[in-house]
């Protein structure tokens, strides 16, 4: 996980302790986030995607952005982690 509020929140340290032994959290470093996919796809997005542009209309942007969503998909990049998961400590 990131380090966002979320998942360290009252409600969600409440929720967990309903469920003990059931999940593990692994954060990222908070100088990692180079290490959270999600954030890294949301970035090239908006470079590549959304910077410097100007749209009409709500449908345009709409448009623009299920293109990039389109071209992304259209040629996948499969990650090949190096670390096995047994070399990780915890």
């Given at each position: 996980l990131d380090n966002h509020t979320v998942h360290t929140s009252k409600k969600t340290r409440e929720y967990l302790a309903t469920?003990?032994?059931?999940?593990?959290?692994?954060?990222?470093?908070?100088h990692g986030s180079w290490l959270n996919m999600i954030?890294?796809?949301?970035g090239k997005f908006a470079?590549?995607?959304l910077r410097g542009i100007r749209v009409q209309t709500k449908q345009e942007l709409v448009d623009r952005?299920?293109?990039y969503?389109?071209?992304?998909?259209?040629?996948p990049?499969?990650?090949?982690?190096k670390y096995?998961?047994?070399e990780i400590s915890v």
């Open positions: 469920r003990p032994g059931r999940f593990l959290f692994v954060f990222t470093p908070k954030e890294a796809f949301f470079c590549v995607c952005i299920y293109q969503m389109d071209e992304v998909n259209a040629a990049v499969v990650p090949r982690w096995k998961m047994d």
